[in-house]
């Protein structure tokens, strides 16, 4: 028995790692509308691991990074609620009220004041780091450029469902204590937030059954090829939806099987790889092909929002940004560190042609368009919907940072007419926003990384 059970495994091993080198590969080419950027995979996993990753999982540790504004306690607003999860992996610990430094707690009355880097150094979250306010996005004290920014954020159109932050139930947490992770969230809760998503919200008739979806009816030997017929036969525009949020799905899981709880013992966890989990999620027979096409997607997801870092640059390198937390010289680092991840992404050459999209005629364009926003910011709205609380955190900061990315990559002439200055009424990015858009797509980072390891990992096992 153990020998058969052994074969198995090695047999699953070989079928994903065989997947994997179809997607892996140097000549693999990412089809459909990443044609035109000639983008082999290979290429991108080179970049990030020597480039990119690096300096990200660095930005990421900055205080001005790390701690993230969020309401977890916002009602679903499509069904009732399942009740929050029980299983202690799920709960997230927000910074008390006490550790807060003053900067940080006074709010938009404060946003461009340095008041802050004269207060008491206090005890982090971690008691361990030293925590400076990190509630401004510009330093610039003038208070009539504040309020011409307040006044246009109020009234722009996001993609996305922002919490306010001035709402009593929204926390600062720390995601550096409260690190995306398998925290046993799963069953009927679970797969109805990612079943509204997909079925609701992508553009897709019901008469089209996606793969995997249990309330399908039986095809026979179909395996997806009729919903991947259809899905060729969209508009450029909803392929590309339909994509990113595939893409989004497969770097949640991939992000799940690489922080698995293996075991606990005497109370203390051991987090690590589950490559059991990894072939579940990801094995071309046990998915009948569909985890090879959700890792693709993934990387799309990544083309997309390394284009919309290197299209923002122009945002960040102006005088007037500073990403303030009231520490003058870590702010200098940061902001140095940030325009270097920039440069970085502006030397990549095979970047998505977002110009593509929405290019036809004028009316129809901006309808499309108009459609495009609200079903993403629908979907973000659903992650309101998730049960357990650090799921919720990560689903709200992943799909923020997605349309911050989008709301990047269709303002191109407001951010190429931006003042030197002072700030843009014609766009703007919150300090939520940045935090979302640069965590998001260091979880991107990650889990093109953690594909790698997984590949060494399986090729052990062979």
């Not at 660095?58 to 306690?73: I, P, S, T």
């Not at 004290?141 to 159109?157: G, H, L, T, V």
């Not at 970085?344 to 110009?355: C, I, N, Q, V």
């Amino acid at each position: 028995m153990s020998s058969g059970g052994g074969a198995g495994r090695s047999g699953a091993a070989l079928r994903l790692l065989a997947a994997l080198g179809c997607v892996l590969a140097a000549e693999a080419q990412l089809t459909g509308v990443l044609d035109d950027c000639l983008c082999d995979i290979e290429s991108i996993d080179d970049f990030n691991t020597f480039k990119i990753f690096p300096k990200i999982q660095k930005l990421q540790e900055r205080d001005y990074f790390r701690y993230y504004k969020v309401n977890l306690k916002r009602p679903c607003p499509f069904w009732a609620d399942d009740g929050h999860c029980s299983i202690k992996d799920c709960h997230v610990e927000p910074c008390p009220e006490s550790k807060i430094p003053v900067g940080i707690k006074a709010g938009s009355s404060n946003k461009y004041s340095k008041a802050a880097n004269h207060s008491k150094e206090l005890e982090d979250c971690e008691q361990a780091n030293k925590l400076g306010a990190v509630n401004s996005t510009l330093s610039n004290q003038s208070k009539e450029a504040f309020i011409d920014w307040a006044r246009y954020d109020d009234s722009q159109d996001h993609f996305c469902e922002l919490d306010d932050e001035r709402s009593p139930d929204a926390q600062y947490v720390d995601l550096l204590l409260n690190p995306e992770r398998y925290t046993g969230y799963k069953g009927p809760s679970a797969w109805r937030v990612w079943n509204s998503i997909y079925e609701e919200n992508c553009f897709k008739p019901r008469s089209v059954y996606r793969p995997l979806n249990p309330l399908a009816p039986s095809r026979g030997g179909d395996d997806g090829e009729s919903f991947y017929t259809w899905l060729e036969g969209l508009c450029l525009e909803k392929r590309v939806f339909y994509k990113l949020i595939s893409g989004l799905h497969a770097s949640i899981n991939l992000h799940l099987c690489a922080n698995y709880l293996l075991e606990e013992t005497w109370g203390k966890p051991s987090w690590g790889p589950n490559v059991k989990e990894f072939t579940r999620r990801f094995d071309p027979i046990e998915t009948k092909g569909e985890g090879p096409r959700r890792l693709k997607n993934l990387y799309f997801l990544y083309l997309i929002e390394l284009r919309a870092l290197s299209k923002v640059a122009p945002y960040f390198e102006r005088s007037v940004v500073d990403l303030y937390t009231g520490n003058g010289h870590e702010d200098a680092e940061s902001k140095a560190l940030l325009l270097e991840i920039f440069r970085d992404t502006k030397s990549f050459h095979m970047h998505f042609d977002e110009k593509s999209m929405f290019a036809g005629d004028k009316k129809g364009a901006k309808s499309l368009k108009e459609e495009f926003r609200l079903h993403f910011k629908n979907i973000s709205r659903i992650m309101d919907c998730v049960g357990c609380d650090k799921c919720r955190l990560w689903g709200k900061l992943q799909t923020q940072g997605l349309g911050t990315a989008l709301k990047i990559l269709f303002s191109e002439k407001e951010i190429q007419n931006l003042p030197e200055n002072s700030p843009s009424k014609g766009f703007q990015l919150t300090r939520q926003e940045i935090v979302a858009l640069v965590n998001a797509f260091g979880r991107l980072s990650t889990s093109i990384k953690e594909l790698q390891n997984f590949k060494v990992l399986l090729q052990r096992t062979r």
